[in-house]
């Protein structure tokens, strides 16, 4: 008689298939799993980035630490404890290698030492096994079983999730008992389900978490390339109907038991073509096992998730979880959280996510443009994320190449032209006058046309990058040419509307889900992973930009009109509120930056100077920067259940721990150096910050002139690089952000010189 779980025990079951495609995963080929996920399971894609080295071993290990780490692959040297390595028992080799007693345990990580060297200089002090390691404090048993064993490679990868800080399993079975020799599979091997269940069955009555590595879709796409296509299509369909059975079996002996079962299926890393592609999402599915419904419990996704769908039928609910705050998306860090929340453990303060929780279909409404039709159930809806989410992925590097591109060529040829219009003594035809300007208008347009894209969605051909690269080029001439036209005689105002048009389309974006910026190619996408809601830094530093140039256009458009001044200042609060509110995303480097550039501009306003030294100034720049985010993380904090990252931070504060902090500190000042030194953003932001500093800062007769005829537009800009310096210094990716806040104030300083043909005669 098969054995049942204990009675009153609670049991984790992670069944780790890799390389499982996400088309697969969304098929109907999973009755059983679709079944068990009916029942009040949620689904998912999972973000699986790591910290970086060999990208599968590194996503195991990541789920074990819960926080993104390094492998090198040494990754797979894991085996039972009475087995042989080279011709030598494991366990003797264990304790060479690292110098401790490997005792009873089943299963043993040779590579631990590896590991923790790979991963001790990262900011977040990385800890692999740190997930089985708290199981076992806990005073409970962890266990492994399977693998991906290749004919000439070790790929025990499950280990690196169950496994502990010393880099051993309790119980389980990794060896090759755990494989069948099938000569209808490459190189004859495949997983063993029947030695597999058996050994299941030997875990279960004493172990709170077991990992089952199903590693037969994961060697299949090692062998992708060696298969012929038809060929690797039924042999795939065969894995999966296997699975599946394995997942039915599973339901069936927790539904005979009087056990708390709960069910994760996870893919650690994706198939290798869209690893090449970088397309790291991978499924994820969360379910409690048995008839018995766990509403209620520790790391059960919601209540809400048993409730009918709209049929009136059960069915799963959209994966999400604070880390994200997206429906159907949640990151590898989730998994140890979501773990031992299950298992009723206390997370580690290392642990970087947030555990699951279950989202309405409805909720992914807020996600999408209001044209784009929502999916039918759960499952169509997933693969829906996947595929919006690959397509900008796909098309980021081509749109913010154009873009950078342009600006760059932009400046450095208007620059020229117009240091040879000085020697020249004369600025050339009107015709060139106004195509510069048209080009400059142009780039301003650029942002909100990739922004408005998504709203046309319905009418572009699936997966075709051509079309959807020619109507963002389309909708940005065409803003620029209404902008130009409307405003020819109205020198400044073309460039002042454009921007105060920018502002009110991320402001009301922003606020309601920001649905235009989540599908926006110059937004953040999921599988960057860098954030998932608010407002990213590309668009973050636009909207600063663009507020200043706004505003400083309407006051010298308007001159006289001294309540426009308030009303710029109200402009400054509402971008201030959207930056800083946590119901909306919580910038936390946009908000210091739009506070420092908002307050040097208003005194600049109101007092034609800054009015005090710039020590005074810095200090009270401080002080309000203080101010407005102790106000964000109180809010943060008391109204919500799981506080942002500036809720957390406080409470770090709160409770005296520098450490963390100072880790986070180091996490971001490492992303500014990495990203000065490879990204193309740098380049644009030198060329940017070169024209508009050194114009400012030492103005010509020229700049004066301009001053004297544009001046709440001239300080707009200087407000502008001033938040842009800042916004460099304090954001995990603060080049980014400089950047896109000087695009604006620079283009809007050489839209000055052409409209007002301040040339040298």
Do not use: C
Request: hydrophobic share 50%; glycine share 10%.
């Amino acid at each position: 008689m098969e054995a049942s779980p204990a009675a009153g025990a609670r049991q984790v079951i992670v069944l780790v298939v890799d390389a499982l495609a996400v088309e697969d995963f969304t098929s109907p080929t999973w009755p059983n799993l679709r079944a068990v996920m009916a029942r009040g399971g949620v689904i998912g894609l999972m973000n699986a980035r790591t910290a970086g080295g060999t990208a599968q071993i590194a996503a195991h290990v990541t789920l074990g630490a819960g926080a993104r780490a390094r492998a090198g692959p040494t990754g797979g040297l894991a085996f039972d404890a009475g087995g042989m390595y080279r011709d030598r028992p494991a366990a003797e080799t264990y304790r060479a290698l690292s110098g401790l007693d490997p005792g009873t345990d089943q299963v043993l990580h040779l590579g631990l030492p590896e590991l923790a060297a790979r991963n001790a200089d990262l900011p977040d002090r990385i800890v692999p096994g740190l997930l089985g390691q708290a199981v076992r404090d806990a005073g409970m048993q962890t266990a492994v079983i399977g693998n991906a064993d290749l004919h000439d490679a070790f790929r025990r990868h499950g280990t690196l999730v169950a496994m502990d800080g010393s880099g051993r399993v309790g119980l389980g079975t990794i060896g090759r008992g755990t494989l069948a020799d099938d000569p209808e599979w490459p190189f004859g091997w495949r997983t063993d389900y029947e030695a597999v269940w058996e050994a299941f069955l030997a875990a279960a009555p004493h172990a709170g978490l077991i990992v089952v590595d199903l590693g037969d879709v994961a060697r299949l796409d090692a062998y992708s390339d060696l298969i012929a296509p038809e060929r690797l299509r039924a042999l795939r369909q065969q894995a999966i109907g296997r699975i599946d059975a394995f997942v039915g079996r599973l339901e069936a002996w927790a539904r005979d038991g009087a056990t708390e079962a709960f069910l994760m299926l996870v893919t650690p890393s994706p198939p290798a073509e869209a690893l090449r592609r970088n397309f790291l999402l991978t499924p994820i599915a969360w379910a409690p096992l048995g008839s018995r419904p766990a509403a209620g419990l520790p790391g059960y996704p919601s209540a809400e998730t048993i409730k009918p769908l709209g049929d009136g039928t059960n069915g799963p609910r959209l994966a999400t979880s604070p880390t994200t705050r997206r429906a159907g998306i949640v990151t590898n860090t989730d998994v140890a959280p979501t773990v031992l929340a299950a298992l009723g453990v206390d997370p580690p303060a290392a642990f970087t996510g947030r555990g699951l929780v279950g989202a309405s279909l409805s909720a992914l409404r807020r996600d999408l443009p209001w044209t784009v039709p929502m999916p039918r159930d759960p499952w169509e809806a997933v693969a829906l994320i996947y595929r919006r989410a690959t397509a900008v992925h796909a098309l980021r590097p081509a749109v913010v190449r154009a873009f950078i591109g342009l600006a760059i060529a932009v400046f450095v040829g208007w620059t020229a032209w117009l240091a040879w219009a000085a020697l020249a003594r004369t600025p050339g035809p009107e015709a060139r006058l106004e195509a510069w300007r048209w080009l400059l208008l142009l780039l301003l347009a650029a942002p909100l046309a990739v922004l408005l894209v998504p709203l046309l969605e319905p009418l572009l051909p699936a997966a075709a990058p051509a079309a959807r690269l020619t109507v963002i080029g389309l909708l940005a001439v065409s803003l620029a040419s209404v902008a130009w036209a409307a405003g020819r005689q109205d020198g400044i105002g073309p460039f002042a509307w454009l921007s105060l048009a920018t502002v009110g389309a991320l402001v009301a974006d922003v606020i309601l889900g920001a649905p235009l910026i989540k599908s926006s190619i110059l937004g953040y996408d999921p599988i960057t992973g860098a954030r998932f809601y608010g407002i990213g830094n590309e668009y973050m530093g636009i909207l600063i930009g663009t507020a200043l140039v706004g505003t400083g256009g309407l006051l010298d458009r308007f001159p006289g009109r001294k309540g426009l001044r308030w009303l710029a200042v109200g402009v400054y609060a509402v971008v201030s509120f959207v930056l800083a509110a946590p119901g909306l995303g919580v910038n936390v480097g946009g908000t210091v930056a739009a506070v420092s550039g908002f307050g040097a501009t208003v005194m600049l306003l109101w007092r034609g100077r800054l009015a005090w030294p710039a020590g005074r100034f810095a200090v009270a720049t401080a002080l309000a920067v203080a101010a407005v985010l102790a106000a964000a993380a109180w809010v943060d904090v008391a109204a919500r259940a799981e506080p942002s990252h500036l809720g957390r931070a406080a409470l770090m504060l709160a409770r005296g721990q520098w450490e963390a902090l100072w880790d986070i500190a180091v996490r971001k000042l490492q992303m500014n150096v990495r990203l000065l030194n490879w990204t193309i953003w740098a380049q644009v932001m030198v060329v940017s910050l070169g024209i508009s500093a050194v114009a400012l800062h030492r103005p010509g007769q020229l700049i004066r002139r301009l001053q004297s005829r544009h001046p709440h537009l001239v300080t707009s800009v200087r407000g502008a690089v001033v938040a842009s310096l800042v916004a460099l210094a304090v954001n995990d990716s603060g080049v980014v952000a400089a950047a896109t806040s000087l695009i604006p104030a620079t283009a809007t300083l050489l839209y000055l010189v052409t409209a007002d043909r301040g040339f040298p005669r």
